[in-house]
């Protein structure tokens, strides 16, 4: 990727409805060049998608834990049977297995304090292996960025 990749990347990542005449207008380039790249980036795996930025709260989804989550063991097959239990959770947003005092740390979202209850009552404490959880309620969302930092070309 050159510094024109980025520059799409970076504004595509602002603003992923942008026209491709808008686009290349902004990157320095003329529509064909720019939309070829465009076509590049999405065929080799760069662009994944593009997805519209909902108000968690409108739809339900304000509410957030972070879950620490000790299992009983880690073998290869229990940590595989984990990870496609989780899949199968919608609200749990994302999944990371940790190096360090605990195996993954999820982060949950639901509509309050009981639909999180329910959510970990009927879910997430009977996920395959668990041992043990930790939760922590956010209070406040100080930074949350959907856009991933590029590097500066």
Do not use: W
Not at 31 to 38: H, N
Not at 52 to 78: C, M, N, R, S, Y
Request: glycine content about 6%.
């Amino acid at each position: 990727m050159d510094r024109i990749d980025l520059k799409i990347l970076a504004e595509l990542q602002a603003d992923a409805r942008l026209s491709i005449v808008e686009l290349s207008r902004r990157v320095g380039l003329t529509k064909t060049p720019c939309a070829e790249r465009v076509r590049r980036l999405e065929k080799t795996g760069v662009i994944r998608g593009y997805h519209a930025d909902l108000d968690p709260d409108a739809v339900g989804a304000g509410h957030i834990v972070v879950v620490q989550v000790l299992l009983a063991g880690t073998t290869e097959h229990e940590l595989r049977r984990f990870n496609e239990a989780v899949q199968r959770i919608p609200e749990i947003e994302s999944c990371h297995m940790i190096a360090g005092d605990f195996d993954y740390l999820l982060k949950v979202r639901t509509r309050d304090i009981n639909e999180y209850r329910r959510v970990m009552g009927e879910h997430i404490s009977g996920l395959p292996g668990v041992k043990q959880t930790h939760t922590y309620v956010v209070m406040e969302m100080v930074k949350e960025s959907r856009s991933l930092p590029l590097p500066h070309p």
